[in-house]
């Protein structure tokens, strides 16, 4: 279900759409239907959940024949037959074919000795039986040169090793059954009973992306052996229920993540960091600038300053240290003005620096007016956009310090304090902005934010509610609203409030993405593609519409039935990456599409790579949890793709 664009459902810079699809594969949607359960899935279902008895392990019809055999032991025969089939070592065989008679004679020496097998694991005797089955495997090794040649016996010696991998687990030697399961696989990739062993075991050793992978195999195999229903509509069942795939992925991912999270740091955390993290998207920067009611104070301010050549002319005229600050303010605001962001964050950084080195305060004590606690908000409120929280909060209390009846740098400092995951401190800082100010309408919009991250939709509304009577024009305070609205299921009311945001301003692109929203949630997906389409064209630089419009694509049927148009959600997805690369949403479905239409596993491998692209822009567990769950299960469907010895992912 849709989400809106500006719910704030992750924290306090996160005002975008958000949605992730928890189906494996995307051709589940289009290809599976709910219906009777298919014998071979329901087995394999009870498969996963018990594991078998020797009865339920082995195949009667391949073991006819049998006889007494040599005794070697389970552990130094069980490296030996991992081996497949046609590259063993057979010692004793001779240089010609084997005759009929040596073939008979040998299938009932094995079937001799599969009668004491059982015998023994009747007696729960498991690794004693064990032993039995590997004296089986070795004798069929020892007088046979190439099994390839004897079908029956090739799937004895499967069965035998299936049989004896069962023995080991039971007998807790978890290794050596892995080892069986293992070379079972290499001799007969389609066996589904070795592959249902091998993940149970790996879960029980906790090798769980292992397990994974097994997981994908099985299911792959299963859609190969049912494409043709798949094409026909025919219902079929999934062999692995999606407990099994969120009960492994909810193991892999936490670790995952902190991993992840842990590099990122490395590369961008702070002073010790060995890069500075890069602004986020124009349009990003713009929606936080604008929820603050000084925004078209500096603007003002901006505009008056002159422009740019005659700022950077001054600039390098500057006589004084104090001189260069002042320039330097103005000049970054100008450029803040003219959208130049990474020039206006370089500006407030140079300043800033000069009043850090300023030891004696000459400097600082010599600057006209508020230009000192301006700087301090400025480097602050950069510095919180590239989320160095701790740089930010040190400038934003510095200045607080300077002016402490600013009501707007405490609801600045509460921000960072969203973002730090520091939930109760940014609530004691509305307060007291609030205490100072009644009317700050700031602490009034950001707190509802706050609310909506309590899941506190009735306290948000209040706060909305009385940001509105405040100034009826605040648009943004108007979007809130019909957000919460939405979140509670009052679509009626949300559907008023964006009418009344429509009349403010009816070119906004945010207006026509939240009526979008509005009516994909009523299931007018015509309605809502028009409407995030018209977004696009109100501000061509706003990420959330694409991602809106290409999900409303992959939601509506087209003309003369048939799959959605993947291709086209495509597109416009890879537009919301190129006017916003740091926009987590779109990668994660970009992926998924890709994947779901990638012809070979090459292919597939470069979803991998577009999800690497997008865990660099993410910056805290919450941003990563998505793309790093989506890169596990891709990895893991490529891995078992190849394992299978399968070219692509496409079952169509």
């Not at 007696?123 to 029956?152: C, M, P, Q, R, W």
């Not at 009043?355 to 000459?362: G, I, V």
């Amino acid at each position: 279900m849709m989400r809106s664009s500006s719910a704030l459902q992750t924290r306090y810079l996160a005002m975008l759409f958000t949605g992730l699809t928890s189906a494996l594969f995307l051709l589940y949607k289009y290809a599976f239907r709910p219906g009777r359960p298919d014998p071979r899935s329901t087995k394999l279902l009870e498969d996963l959940a018990n594991p078998k008895s020797i009865n339920d392990d082995e195949d009667d019809d391949d073991l006819q024949k049998g006889g007494p055999g040599s005794k070697n032991t389970p552990v130094h025969s069980n490296k030996a037959s991992s081996s497949s089939a046609s590259s063993y070592p057979a010692e004793e065989a001779d240089d010609g074919e084997e005759s009929e008679d040596t073939i008979n004679q040998l299938h009932r020496q094995i079937e001799d000795i599969d009668k004491r097998g059982k015998a023994l694991f009747k007696k729960k005797n498991f690794l004693e039986a064990a032993e039995v089955f590997t004296e089986a495997v070795d004798l069929i090794y020892s007088k046979v040169k190439d099994l390839g040649k004897h079908g029956n016996l090739n799937k004895q010696t499967v069965t035998l090793m299936n049989n004896r991998s069962a023995m080991y687990e039971k007998g807790g030697m978890p290794d050596l059954a892995l080892l069986d399961c293992e070379a079972i696989l290499e001799m007969d990739l389609t066996h589904t009973k070795a592959r249902t062993r091998k993940l149970r075991i790996l879960e029980s050793l906790n090798r769980h992306s292992e397990a994974l992978v097994e997981v994908c195999a099985l299911q792959l195999k299963f859609m190969q052996d049912n494409r043709d229903k798949l094409r026909l509509g025919i219902p079929v069942t999934p062999p692995v229920p999606q407990s099994k795939i969120e009960q492994l992925m909810a193991l892999i991912v936490p670790n995952e993540v902190e991993k992840m999270l842990q590099k990122i740091n490395a590369k961008f955390g702070g002073e010790n960091g060995s890069q500075e993290r890069p602004l986020p998207s124009c349009h990003t920067i713009l929606q936080l600038l604008q929820s603050f009611s000084g925004y078209n104070a500096w603007m003002s301010k901006a505009a008056k300053d002159g422009s740019l050549d005659s700022l950077t002319s001054k600039l390098s005229g500057a006589k004084s240290e104090e001189e260069k600050v002042e320039l330097l303010l103005k000049r970054g605001r100008r450029y803040a003005y003219h959208r130049m962001f990474d020039e206006c964050k370089n500006d407030f950084e140079s300043a800033y620096q000069i009043l850090e080195n300023d030891e004696d305060n000459k400097v600082k004590n010599a600057l006209h007016g508020d230009t000192y606690p301006r700087v301090l908000e400025w480097v602050g409120m950069c510095r919180h956009l590239r989320y160095d929280l701790d740089g930010a909060l040190k400038c934003y209390e510095t200045c607080a310090d300077m002016e402490p009846i600013n009501a707007e740098i405490l609801v600045k400092c509460a921000g960072v304090k969203m973002d730090a995951g520091k939930l109760e401190e940014a609530m004691k800082l509305f307060k007291t902005a609030l205490e100072l100010d009644p009317t700050a309408v700031d602490a009034l919009l950001h707190r509802a934010n706050l609310y909506m991250l309590q899941n506190k939709a009735k306290e948000a509304k209040a706060d909305l509610e009385l940001c509105l009577e405040l100034r009826p024009d605040h648009l943004l305070a108007r979007l809130r609203l019909a957000t919460v609205h939405m979140a509670t299921e009052d679509l009626e009311g949300a559907k008023r409030n964006l009418e009344m945001a429509a009349e403010i301003d009816p070119d906004s692109s945010e207006v026509h993405s939240y009526r979008g929203e509005l009516h994909f949630a009523q299931g007018e997906f015509v309605e809502a593609k028009a409407e995030f389409d018209r977004a696009i064209t109100c501000d061509a630089g706003n990420p959330t519409p694409y991602v809106n419009a290409a999900l409303t694509v992959m939601n509506t049927q087209p003309d003369g039935g048939g799959p959605p148009d993947i291709p086209e959600s495509i597109r416009l997805l890879e537009k919301a990456i190129e006017v916003d690369p740091q926009f987590q949403t779109a990668y994660v479905h970009l992926g998924q599409f890709k994947l779901s239409t990638a012809t070979d596993l090459t292919t597939a491998k470069e979803v991998v790579a577009l999800y690497d692209k997008g865990l660099d822009y993410c910056r805290t567990a919450d941003e990563l949890k998505d793309i790093v769950s989506m890169r596990i299960l891709t990895v893991a469907q490529v891995d078992a793709a190849a394992m299978l010895k399968m070219d692509t992912l496409n079952m169509q």
